[in-house]
């Protein structure tokens, strides 16, 4: 059965700050790795996905690392802004295309 | 284009009755997802359909159910609600739902009281 952790589970920044969150994975069998972001009582947005091939993918100020082997991947935010608040939820993709999701990383960047 | 479309967008029951939540895809996906998002913790799995058949289904008693439409818009049903109903119930569409990437909509927020 697969589990998704998410570390740490809150985080505090000021703004302008670089920053990483981390998930890991318990089984590496994925199809792909997908990162959103989720606003308080809102659905899911798709911030990157990642091919069980590729190692990372980037989109503006975000990239995201996958190390399957490891069962680790990593989201990486630039120079963080107040906009960027919200919480973040890793998903691993497995078998009947299953998303498995950690329980997030609740992001505040201060001014 | 219009993305992921759920309805209602809230909803207050009471125990014991039934209730249906209804999804439309980004048009030209086949692939609809439903999960269950309950407060601080991550969406968990309920169903997913494709090309109106089943084709996989996540830890949930039977008084959870689905179905996709040949328009490939999607309902969930739940019968006989408990107050552990009350969620987020987020709806997810793809293209094939394998390998592809998952757009959710906003949620329909269920609350029983």
């Known amino acids: 059965k697969q589990e998704v952790t998410q570390i740490p589970a809150a985080l505090s920044v000021p703004e302008g700050e670089n920053l990483v969150l981390n998930c890991s994975f318990t089984?590496?069998?994925?199809?792909?790795l997908q990162w959103f972001r989720q606003d308080p009582g809102k659905g899911l947005t798709s911030l990157l996905l990642?091919?069980?091939?590729?190692r990372e993918q980037t989109s503006g100020r975000l990239n995201a690392s996958l190390d399957k082997s490891s069962g680790r991947s990593t989201l990486y935010i630039a120079a963080s802004q107040p906009g960027d608040s919200a919480t973040y939820l890793c998903?691993?993709?497995?078998?009947?295309?299953?998303?498995?999701f950690g329980t997030g990383t609740r992001l505040q960047v201060t001014l | 284009d219009a993305g992921v479309t759920q309805s209602p967008t809230h909803l207050i029951k009471t125990r014991g009755q039934h209730v249906t939540l209804r999804c439309s895809p980004i048009?030209?996906?086949?692939?609809v997802s439903w999960y269950q998002q309950v407060l601080g913790q991550g969406p968990q799995f309920i169903f997913q359909?494709?090309?109106?058949?089943?084709?996989g289904r996540g830890n949930f008693p039977d008084r959870f159910s689905a179905r996709q439409f040949p328009n490939y818009s999607s309902e969930l049903n739940v019968n006989a609600l408990l107050l552990g109903d009350s969620a987020l119930y987020l709806c997810?569409?793809?293209?094939?739902?394998?390998?592809?990437?998952?757009?959710f909509g906003q949620g329909t927020r269920l609350t029983v009281v």
């Open positions: 997810a569409s793809s293209l094939t739902g394998m390998n592809t990437e998952a757009f």
């Open positions: 089984d590496s069998a994925i199809y792909n």
């Open positions: 990642i091919q069980s091939s590729q």
């Open positions: 998903a691993a993709t497995g078998t009947a295309s299953k998303l498995t």
């Open positions: 048009s030209g996906h086949k692939s």
């Open positions: 359909y494709y090309e109106k058949e089943e084709r």
